[in-house]
DNA sequence: CCGCCACCTTACGA
DNA sequence: ATCGTAAGGTGGC
C-alpha cells in the first residue's frame, strides 16, 4: 500500500481534567504506548499515531499507517473543521479524530463522573483531585486479552516489555520513529502457530506462554468469527464495526465475564480487564492486589485469614464498588488504583482518612434466576457475598460482621 | 465451595 | 551476598 505522507500536527480541544494523557498512557491499562521527547506514541488500528497535549488540546498525527482502507475515508460527519491542506480532492480529511474520540471514550462526560463519584463517596472526593482526567481506554478486545493474561503475577514494567515482544516478533511493522520500530499488536492467527509457546518460554514469559498459546488457538479455531467482538457493550461499540455472529444471548457484562473465564490463564481479575478496557463495560471492576488492599484499608472490608482472598470475596468487592459509584465503577476504581500505585505515589501525598463507611458482609445463597446465561458444561451452585454499606455516625470501630453462610442445592 | 500451593521471571530490600 | 518477597493471578487439588 502506498504510504501517505507525513501528515500535521491536527489538535482536539481538550481540557486536562477531560484527559490527561499522562496519567491514562501510564497507569497500566495499555502497556504499549511509548513516550519520545515529550511525545507518546503507539499503533493504533494500523497506523503509527503520535501524541502531545497542553493547557487547552490534545495534538495527534499520523506518521504511517498499514490501515485498510487508509485513513483517507472520511468521518461520518466529524464536527471538527476538515483542516483543508489545499489539494481540493478531500484526502486530507482523515478519520483519526473519530479513532481518537473512540479510544479515549470522549463521548463521557468525565467532570460529571468525577462529581457524581465525589458526592457518593468521600473517600473518593479525597483522592480524586490530585488524579483528574484518568479515563479508561477502549482498547482492541483481543490486545487486551492477552495483554491482561500477561499481567498475572506480574508488574507494569516486565508487562509492557512482554507485550512488546509479542509486537516485536509477531505483529506487522507500521513504522520508526527515530531508530525505534512500532509494530501493530498481532493478530490471533499470528500467535497461533505451532512455535509459539515453546518461543514466548525463551523471550522469558514464563508460563504464560502456555496461556498465550492456548487462547490464541482457541479463538482461532474453536471460536466463531467474531466471537470476542460479540461480547462488546452494545452501548459502546467498537470503533471498526465487525460483522458478529447472531448474538446467540444478549450481551451482558455478566455473559461476558462468564465467556471470558473459559479461556486458558483467565479468571476474574483479567475478565474483568478484558470487560473494561476492550469491550466497553464501565460497570466492571477488576479487583487485584492493590485493590483489595484499597477495599481494606479505605471501605473496612475485614481483614482475612486466608492468604488469597475467594471467588465471593472477590464478587462481593466489586459488588460493593458498584453500589457506592454505580455504572461506571470501573472507571472510579481506575482513579484510585492509580492513586494508590507507587509510581505515582508522589502525588499521593495526603494520608487516608477515615471514612464513615462501614461494610456488612454476609454470604447468601443466589439462586438460578440471578445466574446469567445457561452454562452447559458448568452449571453449579453459586454463592456470592453481599455487602451493605452502612453509614456510621461517628464510630470508627473495625467490627467485623461475622459471616454467616447457607448452601442450597440449585441443580436441575 | 474454600483454602493451599505451584507456577516463570525480575527487581528490590534485609 | 543470598534469600525472601512481591509483582495488577490462575489452575489444580
Redesign the pocket.
Known amino acids: 500500500m502506498a504510504p501517505i505522507r507525513a501528515s500535521d500536527w491536527r489538535k482536539l480541544p481538550l481540557s486536562l481534567t477531560d484527559l490527561c494523557i499522562e496519567t491514562t498512557l501510564r497507569?497500566?491499562?495499555s502497556f504499549r504506548w511509548r513516550k519520545i521527547d515529550d511525545e507518546w506514541n503507539c499503533v493504533l488500528y494500523g497506523r503509527l499515531l503520535s501524541l502531545k497535549q497542553d493547557k487547552h488540546h490534545l495534538h495527534y498525527k499520523v506518521t504511517s499507517t498499514n490501515a485498510i482502507p487508509p485513513v483517507l475515508t472520511p468521518p461520518v460527519s466529524a464536527k471538527g473543521e476538515p483542516e483543508a491542506d489545499g489539494d481540493g480532492v478531500g484526502v486530507d480529511v482523515d478519520d483519526t479524530e473519530s479513532l481518537l474520540r473512540h479510544y479515549f471514550s470522549l463521548k463521557i462526560d468525565l467532570t460529571a463522573l468525577y462529581n457524581q463519584w465525589s458526592k457518593s463517596d468521600p473517600n473518593f472526593r479525597k483522592k480524586a483531585p490530585k488524579f483528574t482526567g484518568i479515563r479508561i481506554l477502549n482498547q482492541d478486545p483481543w490486545e487486551a486479552l492477552i495483554a491482561f493474561i500477561c499481567?498475572?503475577?506480574?508488574?507494569?514494567?516486565?508487562i509492557s516489555q512482554m507485550v512488546h515482544k509479542l509486537c516485536k516478533y509477531y505483529g506487522p511493522l507500521v513504522g520508526h520513529i527515530g531508530d525505534e520500530a512500532f509494530h501493530d499488536f498481532p493478530t490471533p492467527q499470528a500467535l497461533s502457530g505451532k512455535k509459539v509457546e515453546a518461543h514466548l518460554?525463551e523471550l522469558?514469559f514464563?508460563?504464560?506462554a502456555k496461556?498465550i498459546a492456548e487462547t490464541a488457538r482457541l479463538v482461532c479455531e474453536e471460536k466463531p468469527e467474531g466471537w470476542l467482538e460479540s461480547l462488546i457493550n452494545p452501548e459502546n461499540p467498537g470503533w471498526c464495526k465487525v460483522v458478529t455472529p447472531k448474538a446467540a444471548e444478549v450481551p451482558t457484562y455478566k455473559h461476558a465475564h462468564e465467556q471470558l473465564l473459559l479461556?486458558?490463564?483467565?479468571?476474574?481479575?483479567?475478565?474483568d480487564?478484558v470487560c473494561l478496557m476492550g469491550l466497553g463495560w464501565g460497570e466492571a471492576v477488576?479487583v487485584?492486589?492493590?485493590v483489595w488492599q484499597i477495599a481494606q484499608r479505605d471501605y473496612k472490608f475485614g481483614k482475612?485469614?486466608?492468604?488469597?482472598f475467594?471467588?465471593?470475596m472477590y464478587d462481593s468487592v466489586g459488588d460493593h464498588f458498584r453500589s457506592i459509584w454505580g455504572p461506571y465503577a470501573g472507571w472510579a476504581q481506575s482513579v484510585l488504583?492509580t492513586a494508590n500505585l507507587?509510581s505515582f505515589s508522589e502525588q499521593a501525598s495526603a494520608k487516608a482518612e477515615v471514612v464513615d463507611v462501614k461494610v456488612k458482609v454476609k454470604?447468601e445463597e443466589v439462586g438460578d434466576a440471578a445466574a446469567v446465561g445457561p452454562l452447559p458444561r458448568t452449571r453449579?451452585?453459586?454463592?456470592v457475598v453481599v455487602t451493605e454499606a452502612v453509614k456510621i455516625e461517628s464510630n470508627t470501630s473495625t467490627e467485623t460482621v461475622r459471616a454467616s453462610k447457607r448452601t442450597r442445592k440449585t441443580m436441575s
Not at 482475612?304 to 488469597?308: A, E, G, N, R, W
Not at 453449579?380 to 454463592?383: D, F, N, V
Open positions: 497507569c497500566g491499562q499481567s498475572s503475577n506480574n508488574n507494569i514494567s516486565r518460554r522469558g514464563g508460563y504464560r496461556y479461556l486458558s490463564g483467565v479468571g476474574p481479575k483479567v475478565a480487564c477488576p487485584d492486589t492493590h482475612i485469614k486466608s492468604k488469597t475467594s471467588k465471593a488504583f507507587k454470604v453449579k451452585r453459586r454463592q
